[in-house]
C-alpha cells in the first residue's frame, strides 16, 4: 500500500510540475466560418462555393453570458489558437489531479473517532424516537377509535390521520438527527473561534415544520458569527430546507404560483404561499441558468445531430415592452424567447422515414439576443457530445437570424428549411391571388407541392411568378414569395433529403415553443419581467430535457 502510495504521490507532483509550466491560457474555442450574403448573383451562391471568409471567432462563457470575439488572420489569431491549446492542457492536467488525489484520498487511513461517543449517541437517539414513536402511535389510535365511535371512520379519514401522524413523527425523528455533532461533524471553522451559546433555528421541511438549536460561534478578530451546522448542510438564510425549495422550484415552473400553492398543500401538506413560490422559483431558476454544465458523452455516436432554433413572444410586463417595436409598428407588448432544441437520430422505419432517438431532445431558451442566444445553443452540441457526429443539420423556418446563425455556429450543417413553413409561402400568395374560396386554389397548391416535395424549386418559382399576370396589384408580394424560394433554394431539396432519411420539419422545436414557453408564460392574464421569464424557461428546460436532478447535485442559494 505504501509503495503504491507513494508512486501516486510521484505521479502528482509531474502532474503539478508540468501545469507551473503553463504561462497564459484563455478558455474558449475558435471556430472558422464562412458566410453566404444571399444575394443571388453572388460567387457565393454558385453550387459549392463556400461563402465569404474564411472568419474566425473565438467565444467562450463567463458567469453565464457567453462572450465572443472576432480575430484577424495573422498574429493575433496565433496568439488565441496558442493560448486555447494551452487552457485544453490546462484542463486536461487538473482532471488527472483531481482523479490522482482521489485515489490517494482513498488509500488514506480513517480518522480515529471515540467509538463509545458514537455508541452513545446512537441508543440516546433511539431512546428519544422510540418514546416519540410510542407518543405518535398512542395518539394515532385513540383518534381513531373516536371516529370509529361517532360513526365516522372512513378509509379517507383514516389516510389522512396515518399520514399526519408519519409526518409529525418524520419531523421529530429529523429535529433529534440535526441536534448530533457525530452526525453532522459541526465544528469551528477556526480553533481561534470560541462557542457563544446556541440559537435555535425553525424550518419548513418535507416533512413540515421543524424546530432545532445549533450551536454559535464568533469570531473575535473579525467580529463574526459562525454556524457549523448551517455550513455543513448547505443552508442559506431562507426558512425553507432544500427539500421544500426543490418542490417549490417544480410546481412553480410547471403551472401558475396561485395553483402551485394550492397544489403543495393538498399533495406535500406544506403551506406555503403563492409569492413564495414565485420568489424561490425565479431564485433558483436564475442561478440554474448560470451553472456550469457538466459534459456528457455520448455511448455511442448517433449518425445524425439536429440543431433547431425558434422563436416565440411572451407577454411582459409593460416596462419590459418600453423601446420595443411590435409586429406593426406600435409599442411591443411581447418580448421573443429564442429556443433551440437538440436531438439525435440513429435509423430509420422500414419505410426509411427518420425515427428520433428516445429521450434524445434537450432544449436551451431565454429571452435574449441571437448574439448570446448562438454560442449557447453550440455550447449544447458540445456538452453533450455530439460535435463529432458524421452529419450535422441545421432545421428551422425562413427567419434570416436563425440561418445567420446557422453559419456562424454550424458552419458544416445541412441546412433544411422547415417543409411546412414552405408550403405556407405558397399557400398564402395563392389566398391572395385566386381568392380564399376559389375552385383554382387547391389544385394550384397540390401541383406546387409536387415541385416543392420533388425539390423542384425552379418549377416552384416560375408558377408563382406567373402569378403577376393575373393580379398586378400583388406585383410586390409576388416579388417577394419568388426572392423566398430563391434564396432558400438550397434547403429545399426535400426530395434528396428525404433519400438521405433526414427529418424535414422543425415540428419538434415548435412543438417546444408550446410545451417549454406557452404552457407556462402565456396563460390569460401573465405579463413576465425578463428576469422572472429567464428563470422559469431554464426550469422548464431542464425538466423536459430530462435533466431536472443535475440542478440540485449541489446547493443552490437562494
Known amino acids: 500500500m505504501s509503495d503504491q502510495l507513494e508512486h501516486l504521490s510521484q505521479q502528482r507532483q509531474t502532474l503539478f510540475r508540468e501545469l507551473s509550466a503553463i504561462t497564459a ?32 471567432l473565438w467565444n467562450t462563457t463567463r458567469q453565464g453570458k457567453s462572450i465572443a470575439k472576432n480575430l484577424p488572420a495573422g498574429p493575433l489569431l496565433v496568439k488565441y489558437t496558442q493560448e486555447v491549446d494551452s487552457h485544453r492542457n490546462f484542463n486536461r492536467l487538473i482532471k488527472q489531479i483531481t482523479e490522482l488525489d482521489e485515489r490517494i484520498a482513498d488509500m488514506l487511513p480513517l480518522p480515529s473517532a471515540d467509538e463509545n461517543a ?9 431512546a428519544a424516537l422510540q418514546t416519540e414513536a410510542c407518543r405518535e402511535i398512542e395518539t394515532l389510535i385513540g ?6 365511535a361517532a360513526g365516522k371512520f372512513t378509509l379517507a379519514a383514516a389516510e389522512s390521520e396515518v399520514r399526519a401522524t408519519a409526518l409529525r413523527f418524520g419531523a421529530a425523528a429529523l429535529e433529534q438527527l440535526l441536534c448530533q455533532p457525530v452526525l453532522t461533524g459541526t465544528a469551528a471553522p477556526d480553533p481561534s473561534w470560541r462557542p457563544a451559546g446556541h440559537r435555535q433555528r425553525q424550518m419548513l421541511s418535507v416533512l413540515g415544520p421543524i424546530s432545532f438549536t445549533r450551536q454559535y460561534y464568533r469570531d473575535p478578530a473579525n467580529h463574526r458569527g459562525y454556524f457549523p451546522l448551517d455550513a455543513a448542510l448547505g443552508l442559506t438564510r431562507n426558512s425553507f430546507s432544500p427539500g421544500v425549495q426543490r418542490m417549490m422550484a417544480l410546481v412553480g415552473a410547471n403551472q401558475s404560483f396561485g395553483a402551485a400553492a394550492t397544489e403543495l398543500l393538498e399533495i406535500a401538506g406544506l403551506n406555503v404561499t403563492p409569492k413564495e413560490i414565485e420568489r424561490y422559483s425565479e431564485q433558483i431558476g436564475a442561478a440554474v441558468a448560470t451553472l456550469p454544465d457538466g459534459k456528457e458523452m455520448p455511448s455511442t455516436m448517433p449518425k445524425m445531430v439536429y440543431v433547431l432554433g425558434d422563436g416565440t413572444g411572451v407577454p411582459v410586463t409593460k416596462a419590459e415592452a418600453t423601446g420595443h417595436a411590435g409586429k406593426n409598428g406600435g409599442q411591443a407588448k411581447t418580448r421573443e424567447v429564442k429556443l433551440g432544441c437538440v436531438f439525435t437520430q440513429t435509423t430509420t422505419d422500414d419505410e426509411g422515414r427518420p425515427i428520433r432517438d428516445e429521450k434524445s431532445t434537450t432544449y436551451i431558451g431565454a429571452i435574449e439576443t441571437v448574439e448570446t442566444f448562438g454560442p449557447r445553443l453550440a455550447a449544447e452540441v458540445r456538452r453533450r457530445g455530439l460535435e463529432g457526429a458524421p452529419r450535422t443539420v441545421f432545421l428551422g423556418d425562413g427567419a434570416p437570424w436563425i440561418w445567420n446563425l446557422a453559419y456562424d455556429h454550424f458552419p458544416g450543417a445541412t441546412q433544411i428549411v422547415d417543409l411546412y413553413h414552405a408550403r405556407e409561402h405558397y399557400w ?5 391571388v385566386f381568392g380564399p374560396d376559389s375552385s383554382e386554389l ?8 409536387k415541385e416543392l ?20 396589384d400583388l406585383h410586390e408580394k409576388i416579388e417577394n414569395a419568388v426572392e423566398y424560394f430563391e434564396k432558400n433554394r438550397a434547403r429545399m431539396q426535400y426530395a434528396e433529403f428525404r433519400q438521405l432519411g433526414l427529418f424535414v420539419g422543425s415540428g419538434v422545436v415548435e412543438a417546444g415553443c408550446r410545451t417549454v414557453v406557452g404552457q407556462r408564460l ?25 435533466r431536472w436532478d443535475s440542478i440540485w447535485t449541489r446547493p443552490l442559494a437562494a
Not at 383518534?143 to 370509529?148: I, P
Not at 398564402?428 to 391572395?432: E, Y
Open 25 to 56: 491560457h484563455r478558455p474558449g474555442a475558435i471556430s472558422v466560418n464562412f458566410r453566404r450574403c444571399g444575394k443571388p448573383y453572388c460567387h457565393c451562391a454558385q453550387p459549392g462555393a463556400v461563402g465569404h471568409g474564411p472568419q474566425y
Open 118 to 126: 458514537i455508541e452513545n449517541c446512537k441508543k440516546k437517539t433511539a
Open 143 to 148: 383518534k381513531l377509535f373516536q371516529l370509529a
Open 428 to 432: 398564402d400568395i395563392a389566398r391572395l
Open 442 to 449: 387547391k389544385p394550384w397548391c397540390a401541383e406546387r407541392k
Open 453 to 472: 416535395d420533388a425539390g423542384n424549386v425552379e418549377a416552384l418559382k416560375a408558377a408563382i411568378g406567373s402569378l403577376k399576370s393575373r393580379r398586378g
Open 522 to 546: 402565456k396563460c390569460a392574464g401573465m405579463h413576465w419581467t425578463v428576469r422572472g421569464a429567464n428563470a422559469i424557461i431554464a426550469l422548464r428546460c431542464r425538466i423536459l430535457s430530462n
